[in-house]
């Protein structure tokens, strides 16, 4: 079981610059999230999926898209990349709502550096 | 709006002495409340839980929180930490049945020896 796995863990990009950012989970959840860690302010939700084939907006979900194709599977994309998104992004899944009371798990996270 | 707010950004102690990691919540109905870790340069993992029943929850490594709905309250308390304990936690709270999680802004517990 490797849990919850995410792709690249380093990222170096120029202002306007696209990527994706993969989250992959063998853990078989319905619920999976994107959210960026910033110094002092916690981690914000960016989007989130309750299940294959759809998406939510979070907290500060401006400039990034997501796709959920695929149950194991949450894509994060920068279309334009702009220096505020540096950040580290942590996607995380569970098997159903926290507000049920379950527990997400973690990736190790992708550090973000747009110059 | 709902919010969770961790009342101090950094908790020095040394080992061996307790702490206390102060945490807020803002929801007044049905609650749940979660305490989460993470060590350096690693994803968070679970701590501990609030779901129903005793209000003193103990979670792992020694770790315990008290949920207090009079004064909001959910204060992780672990009487002697160790070095291995230095990481930041996390307060977080779920707004309602809607699948998301609302952190707090993170209390980074510095163990010195």
């Known amino acids: 079981n490797a849990g919850v796995t995410q792709t690249p863990k380093f990222r170096v990009l120029k202002t306007g610059q696209s990527m994706t950012l993969l989250c992959a989970q063998d853990?078989?959840?319905?619920?999976m999230y994107w959210y960026r860690q910033d110094p002092g302010m916690g981690l914000r939700l960016i989007h989130y999926?309750?299940?294959?084939?759809?998406?939510a907006k979070g907290e500060v979900p401006d400039g990034y898209n997501v796709s959920r194709l695929k149950k194991q599977n949450f894509l994060l994309g920068l279309e334009s990349a702009a220096p505020s998104q540096t950040s580290v992004y942590f996607c995380?899944?569970?098997?159903?709502?926290?507000?049920?009371?379950?527990?997400?798990?973690f990736g190790p996270g992708t550090r973000l550096l747009v110059l | 709006a709902q919010s969770v707010t961790q009342l101090d950004s950094q908790v020095p102690v040394f080992e061996e002495a307790p702490v206390e990691l102060r945490c807020n919540y803002s929801?007044?109905?049905?609650?749940?409340l979660f305490w989460y870790v993470q060590y350096p340069n690693q994803g968070l993992q679970l701590l501990l839980k609030y779901l129903s029943g005793s209000t003193l929850v103990k979670g792992i490594n020694g770790f315990e929180a008290e949920f207090n709905k009079s004064q909001t309250s959910f204060h992780l308390r672990k009487p002697s930490v160790h070095i291995s304990d230095t990481a930041e936690y996390f307060c977080a709270e779920p707004p309602g049945n809607t699948g998301k999680l609302i952190f707090g802004q993170g209390t980074t517990l510095q163990v010195k020896p």
């Open positions: 853990m078989n959840h319905e619920y």
């Open positions: 995380a899944s569970s098997y159903s709502t926290a507000g049920g009371g379950e527990t997400q798990y």
């Open positions: 929801s007044s109905v049905s609650v749940y």
């Open positions: 999926s309750v299940g294959e084939g759809t998406t």
